[in-house]
């Protein structure tokens, strides 16, 4: 049974940092991209951050020089590192694992992630 867990969430003031960690369990195929997401209440999930197997890396322009994602492809471990958060940071963080061969998602359980004074 797949199984991907989530830590690092927390409550944190504005400029502050957090860094989220995700390990994966069960997986057998080949992960081709590590990727997380995040939804605010009221607002549809969006991507964040995204590491192929390669190494590739994208962010959401709204992250970008503030946020890095970061792997152990080896442990199937991804990380994402969060600095001068904001209170527009403030979201459920998820983390997501592709296979492309097959076709599957795998969905962390979430982890909230509050910016505030």
């Known amino acids: 049974q797949v199984q991907l867990v989530e830590s690092g969430g927390g409550l944190v003031q504005p400029g502050g940092s957090l860094r989220l960690s995700c390990t994966a369990s069960?997986?057998?195929?080949?992960?081709?991209?590590m990727e997380w997401y995040r939804q605010a209440p009221g607002k549809e999930r969006e991507l964040v951050a995204i590491?192929?197997?390669?190494?590739?890396?994208r962010y959401a322009e709204s992250v970008l020089g503030r946020f890095t994602i970061s792997r152990v492809a080896a442990k199937n471990t991804m990380y994402l590192q969060m600095n001068n958060l904001k209170p527009e940071d403030t979201a459920v963080y998820y983390c997501?694992?592709?296979?492309?061969?097959?076709?599957?998602?795998?969905w962390g359980q979430g982890t909230q992630v509050t910016v505030s004074s």
């Open positions: 069960g997986i057998i195929f080949v992960i081709d991209y």
């Open positions: 590491i192929s197997r390669g190494g590739s890396i």
């Open positions: 997501k694992m592709k296979s492309m061969d097959p076709e599957l998602d795998y």
